[in-house]
């Protein structure tokens, strides 16, 4: 109950194309959903991140889709670039207490250029 | 970014000599964080801290024990290292805020 299931384990999208990654989780308790991304060599990064309150978060070229019910979330990157290419990782947490996460296994992005 | 240092950043070691992985933050953050990571396997917790002298267990525990004897410092320490625990090891900090803030990552191999 307490994993986070991500897909898919890798991604090719063309230039300008745009990137969709998904997650899935069980644990109803969940209620923050940060997207990381990491490059090689670095740690990750916070992307962008929602809250269970709202079914879609934008920022730039990033959107965070959520759907509560289905207890599903994806990452859309629009018009994906090469500098996107990187390791994405969804996770969730329960904001009270000590805010563990549990990510998800990660997607290697590649844009094509 | 926040300003976490891993120490060392690369380490090469022999299975069963004891390695000790320093985390140090300079944001005055709460929590404390070590993770390790693995292909196919994301980012796993290993343990956490959630103040000076307070830890507790992540889901991937065994062989690994921590301490924060201050704030600004958390030390993971692998007491007999494996060669299961070559790995990619990251700290994380977390303020107030539901964000976590990571390192640049210590890579570890056990030969």
């Known amino acids: 109950q307490q994993q986070v299931k991500q897909s898919p384990q890798s991604l090719i999208v063309q230039k300008g194309g745009i990137s969709i990654i998904n997650c899935a989780y069980e644990?109803?308790?969940?209620?923050?959903f940060p997207w990381y991304q990491q490059f090689p060599g670095k740690g990750p990064a916070l992307l962008i991140a929602?809250?269970?309150?709202?079914s879609e978060k934008k920022e730039g070229r990033f959107t965070i889709s959520f759907n509560k019910s289905a207890k599903q979330f994806s990452l859309h990157i629009m018009d994906s670039q090469p500098g996107d290419s990187a390791t994405y990782f969804c996770?969730?947490?329960?904001?009270?207490?000590?805010?563990?996460?549990?990510f998800g296994t990660g997607t290697r992005l590649k844009v094509l250029a | 970014d926040a300003g976490i240092t891993q120490s060392p950043r690369h380490k090469v070691t022999e299975t069963g000599t004891p390695v000790t992985l320093r985390c140090h933050q300079t944001?005055?953050?709460?929590?404390m964080y070590w993770y390790r990571q693995d292909p196919g396997h994301g980012l796993r917790l290993i343990h956490y801290?959630?103040?000076?002298?307070?830890?507790d267990k992540g889901e991937v525990s065994d062989g690994y024990s921590v301490s924060r004897s201050k704030t600004e410092d958390f030390l993971l320490t692998l007491e007999s290292a494996t060669s299961s625990q070559t790995s990619v090891y990251f700290c994380?900090?977390?303020?107030?805020?539901?964000?976590?803030?990571f390192g640049p990552g210590t890579r570890l191999l056990v030969l």
């Open positions: 944001e005055n953050h709460r929590y």
């Open positions: 644990n109803t308790a969940f209620d923050y």
């Open positions: 996770a969730a947490s329960m904001v009270s207490g000590t805010y563990k996460y549990i």
């Open positions: 994380a900090t977390s303020g107030s805020q539901e964000t976590q803030y």
């Open positions: 929602i809250r269970p309150d709202v």
């Open positions: 801290s959630y103040g000076v002298k307070d830890t």
